[in-house]
């Protein structure tokens, strides 16, 4: 139950981003996949920002979540993609579209650790941004971002296994 849970979450978050197979390989840019990383910070000030401005906060709300969307989609083709971060955004695809072609079951169990994770994280980070209070946001914030970027390297560890496949083999260069 807990995988169909958190398979819904991932294929939401995935929908909600529309990559086409050009946005997909602009996505596997390390500056996309740096800057986006580097995006949360920012998101946790933008909600912050309530308490200094008000409901004006969601100007800056809405300018992340427009940066989100439009970071896979403004950066050029990477020049090389035989780095982590590309070979992360190479996984992430191949596990988006494991109905279409089984992986080994161990990347799916893992990931849904790491997805749980970030979840728990974002929750105490939801939960003190709403009360305002640094700790729970701060430790929040952390686990979310420890479960990410575990979820990325696991999602590396996938694409190294299944780089042999022909179609994946030729997105490394």
């Known amino acids: 139950m807990l995988d169909r849970i958190l398979n819904k979450i991932l294929r939401l978050a995935s929908t909600s981003m529309s990559m086409s197979e050009e946005v997909w390989f602009k996505h596997a840019n390390p500056r996309s996949g740096w800057t986006r990383f580097a995006t949360y910070p920012f998101l946790v000030l933008a909600f912050w920002s309530r308490a200094w401005i008000g409901i004006w906060f969601?100007?800056?709300?809405?300018?992340?979540?427009?940066?989100?969307?439009l970071n896979p989609r403004v950066f050029s083709k990477p020049k090389s993609t035989n780095n982590w971060m590309s070979k992360g955004v190479f996984g992430e695809k191949i596990f988006t579209q494991r109905k279409k072609m089984e992986i080994p079951s161990h990347h799916v169990a893992v990931a849904n650790v790491t997805t749980l994770l970030t979840i728990i994280g974002a929750?105490?980070?939801?939960?003190?941004?709403?009360?305002?209070?640094?700790?729970?946001t701060v430790a929040g914030a952390a686990i979310a971002f420890l479960g990410k970027v575990w979820y990325v390297d696991r999602m590396v560890w996938l694409y190294e296994d299944m780089r042999h496949i022909p179609e994946y083999k030729e997105w490394l260069y």
Not at 58 to 69: D, K, N, Y
Not at 124 to 134: F, H, N, R
């Open 123 to 136: 929750a105490i980070l939801v939960y003190g941004l709403v009360i305002l209070e640094i700790w729970p």
């Open 58 to 69: 969601l100007i800056p709300v809405a300018v992340v979540f427009i940066w989100v969307w």
